[in-house]
């Protein structure tokens, strides 16, 4: 079994307890407004192209087949029609070109995982599968999750919890920690900001905590979008009621910004502000008013593919 891999992060300290290797999965169900990682939206490989490398040599377009990759006002490449896409890239002289992601094996990547397992051990770390979402490859995460689990190691997923209940409550049972994403209670507001409505979610993570004791929820924070008293509120008044308690808030930032040029690919988010010190400092105490442990947390922009 294979699957499209963004990137294998080593010695990450963001995406669970410990020194983690994190997975990134290629395809999403949401297109938030705000995201970092475009490559992983969908499932299809892409290319970057960096126009300030390219010297208009057009190699590229000679060796891609049923005009995957175009040239004639401007580089223009066509996941849908793409073969091969490490040939054109072999042909590039300047290497403008580089692949967003590439098919691995549960085999190939347990065996990458595995090379830092000392370290797992060493700090309560271990896998974290990430996307993109997790839950549109269950099975191959299943399987690496189980093949992980069997050498006693740690293993978490990031999700957003929009999926069918099925493919959740499988991955929970052979996934220590949950890093459940939260990004607002009102449906209509979440259906804008995410193009998808919050019903499923809501729903998952409910049943969801009845029985999975490592739940963390995670709340991307964005200002004047998810960011105001009622929304914190109810986000934590939920949370008291399915008996979750913690969240890690995660502030804004354009580290992903690069990704979208070289993907050609407009970035949604029109307003680039982040809030102060002061305003998180501020939010996190509304959560913990209500009785949440509450905490800002760093979530880096992973690098490209190599």
Known sequence: METYICEIERMGLYDGPGIRTVVFLKGCPLRCLWCSNPETQ???????????????????TEVAENNAITFIDKWEFDPEKCEDADKYIAVCPTSALKKAAGKMTVNEIFDEVMK????????????????????????????????????????????????????????????????????????????????VSNEIILENLEKLSRWHKGIIIRFPLIKEMNDSDENIIETANFLKKVKLNEIHVLPYHTLGLEKYRQLQMEYPMKVLEKHTKEELNRIIELIKDVGINAEKKKKKSKKMYK
Request: hydrophobic share 25%; proline share 0%.
């Open 116 to 195: 830092d397992s000392s370290y797992y051990r060493n700090s309560n770390g271990g896998l974290t599968i990430s996307g993109g979402e997790v839950l549109l490859n269950t099975d191959f995460a299943f399987e690496l999750l189980s093949k992980v689990k069997e050498e006693y190691v740690s293993t978490a997923i990031e999700t957003t919890g929009f999926s069918n209940y099925e493919n959740l409550e499988k991955l929970g049972k052979v996934t220590d920690h949950i890093l459940f994403d939260l990004k607002h209670m009102n449906s209509k507001s979440h259906k804008e900001l995410t193009g």
């Open 42 to 60: 969908i499932s299809k490989n892409q290319i970057y192209y960096d126009e300030k490398k390219c010297i208009r040599c057009k190699k590229c």
